[in-house]
């Protein structure tokens, strides 16, 4: 699990801010899929992850709160819920709505806000719309990290052109292409991808280990991750 609880302050509001932007679309998702404006979602991604960063959420989380998507997305549940009450509690009492909620009419003509955990469209699993966000900013950040390797070492185009063979691409036309624009023999770059994948591979299992407790099978979270596309 990631480790937010030591170090000096700086380090842990630099992790902490790490997985806030990790995280983000994710739950910008999960809200927008509620039914709420993309003006609204951005409010409430914002003053969720706020509310973490002030209570320090992500240091809490270990092995017995399970996996950290987990964690998070019902933390994200709990705080519209909390937020939605908090809306008609100041309604009632007629103090000002600090947090934008979206408005529908009723029968009678009286606005009323949207329940927050009902999405609008009926044919959209907002948990769903999360796992597949979380699988998604997943794939891109560790596509990050190894981009940031070949870059210091001046392997950038290098890295352009081998990019789509992270996946299982195995267009041999193409490679034979690249080959020849690097000067290299079809088998130095199939040994080129070959580690490419194999270096995508170990930063993506050190990724998800990082959000896993210490006896949670990374195996398991890597069908899921992969699952979350079918």
Known sequence: MVEVNGGDSATKRRALEDLCQLYWNPVFAFIQAQG?????????TQGFFEHFLAREDFGKT???????RNYLLISVKHYLTDQYRKN????RGGKAVHV????????????????????????????????QKWATSMLESVLQQLEARYVE????????????????DDDTERQAEIAERFGLSPGALRTRIHRMR???????????AETLGPDEDIDAELR???????
């Open 36 to 44: 709420h404006s993309e003006h609204d979602a951005e409010d409430l």
């Open 100 to 131: 934008s909620i979206d408005q529908t009419t009723d029968d009678v003509g009286e606005s009323r806000p949207v329940p927050l955990l009902e999405p609008v469209d009926p044919n959209v699993d907002p948990d769903k719309v999360f796992r």
């Open 88 to 91: 008609g509690a100041e309604k």
């Open 198 to 208: 194999q270096a995508y591979g170990k930063l993506l299992r050190e990724a998800i």
């Open 62 to 68: 270990d092995e017995s709160r399970g996996k950290l």
């Open 153 to 168: 070492e001046d392997q950038a185009l290098l890295f352009d052109a081998l990019r789509p063979f992270v996946s299982l």
């Open 224 to 230: 899921e991750l992969l699952k979350a596309f079918a």
